[in-house]
């Protein structure tokens, strides 16, 4: 099946920092992938859709300078946290859509990058 | 009004016992709809698409209701492993792709 992974798995940083979250899709390409937030016993909240070559699209209440996106390659989407707070700690979730896609239009999930900031 | 919204639970059942639980979504021009599984700390995984006509996967059963805006997830004959948080997944009529996920159900099947 098509795998997604991220990097890092879990972080810990200071208030202030930024911090980058990567997001592969090891085995297939995707035009499109997308940046989710789940905070504890709340359901997973999309935060931006991240298309190869363009501009990343930024849900209502993100801030797109505080959350930055990049999407440079068809295998590859970065969120950086930028000048992270203790309220940004979360669990940060991408997935990523198949350019050739199945019956289901599946999305596949990546493992989570759980930050937690001091 | 959240789009999507579940029952939290938690439903803590017998091996071999059947649970049942629902979701209710907002946008009656909702597209599609999607049973996701999470386990504790872990991503979603999809389980089972969700058809008008309703569907059957093994011991899950999923059913639709676009009268009134709700889908259902029936496991039969429960597992240990069905131990998980049921995440409920609508898409919007936009076709963009984008999910909406409920906040999940948490199941717990005791041996």
């Known amino acids: 099946g098509a795998v997604v992974s991220q990097h890092p798995s879990r972080v810990i940083c200071k208030s202030g920092t930024s911090v980058k979250i990567e997001c592969r899709s090891l085995?297939?390409?995707?035009?499109?992938m997308f940046w989710y937030r789940q905070f504890p016993k709340q359901s997973l909240m999309l935060m931006a859709t991240?298309?190869?070559?363009?501009?990343?699209?930024?849900e209502q209440g993100v801030e797109k300078d505080k959350f930055l996106i990049n999407h440079a390659s068809l295998t590859l989407s970065t969120l950086t946290v930028t000048s992270a707070h203790p309220e940004d700690s979360s669990f940060y979730i991408c997935?990523?859509?198949?350019?050739?896609?199945?019956?289901?239009?599946?999305?596949?999930f990546g493992p989570g990058t759980r930050l937690t900031v001091l | 009004r959240k789009e999507v919204e579940q029952d939290p639970g938690p439903f803590n059942v017998p091996e071999g016992a059947t649970v049942a639980f629902n979701c209710t979504y907002s946008?009656?021009?909702?597209?599609?709809f999607f049973w996701y599984r999470q386990d504790c700390r872990k991503e979603p995984k999809l389980l089972m698409s969700?058809?008008?006509s309703g569907n059957e996967d093994g011991r899950f059963t999923a059913q639709l209701n676009r009268a009134s805006q709700y889908i259902s997830l029936l496991i039969r004959d429960s597992k240990l492993s069905d131990s998980a948080t049921y995440l409920c997944?609508?898409?919007?009529?936009?076709?963009?792709?984008?999910?909406?996920f409920g906040a999940g159900t948490t199941v717990t099947v005791r041996a």
């Open positions: 997935s990523a859509k198949p350019i050739l896609t199945g019956p289901l239009d599946e999305q596949f």
């Open positions: 085995d297939f390409q995707a035009t499109t």
């Open positions: 991240s298309n190869e070559g363009s501009k990343a699209t930024y």
């Open positions: 946008n009656s021009a909702s597209q599609s």
């Open positions: 969700v058809y008008s």
């Open positions: 997944v609508v898409t919007p009529p936009t076709n963009d792709y984008k999910l909406s």
